[in-house]
């Protein structure tokens, strides 16, 4: 069974880059027709998809943070990363990594999520 683990800072300054990781047990990010994702959900919006990385490595942003959001992997360590830019209090909350292995927006394997507060 898939396992996905997110880890990075629980705090982060305003202005400041959050970068979070998320590592992949027991199955590969290459993995033809799967999808990883990054959602989170605050406070103020609730869950909210952030984007994703596609088995070949293309990306697909969220309208809302699109500006903000780099999602990056590193086939070595079987792992993806988030990048959210320019953070405010408003991105506070829990950020999740997800496998939807059809590419239909089903999401079979979430990490446990991580809390991100941000706050100087």
């Known amino acids: 069974q898939v396992q996905l683990q997110e880890s990075g800072p629980g705090l982060v300054k305003p202005s400041q880059t959050l970068s979070l990781a998320c590592t992949i047990s027991?199955?590969?990010?290459?993995?033809?027709?799967?999808?990883w994702n990054w959602i989170r959900q605050t406070p103020g919006k609730g869950l909210e998809w952030i984007g994703m990385i596609r088995y070949s490595g293309s990306t697909y942003y969220g309208p809302a943070l699109e500006t903000r959001t780099s999602i990056s992997r590193d086939t070595s360590k079987n792992q993806f990363t988030l990048q959210l830019s320019s953070v405010t209090p408003e991105d506070t909350g829990v950020y999740y990594c997800?496998?939807?292995?059809?590419?239909?927006?089903?999401?079979?394997?979430w990490g446990q999520g991580t809390q991100v507060t941000v706050s100087s």
């Open positions: 027991n199955d590969s990010i290459t993995t033809i027709n799967q999808y």
């Open positions: 997800t496998r939807d292995p059809t590419g239909t927006w089903s999401f079979d394997s």
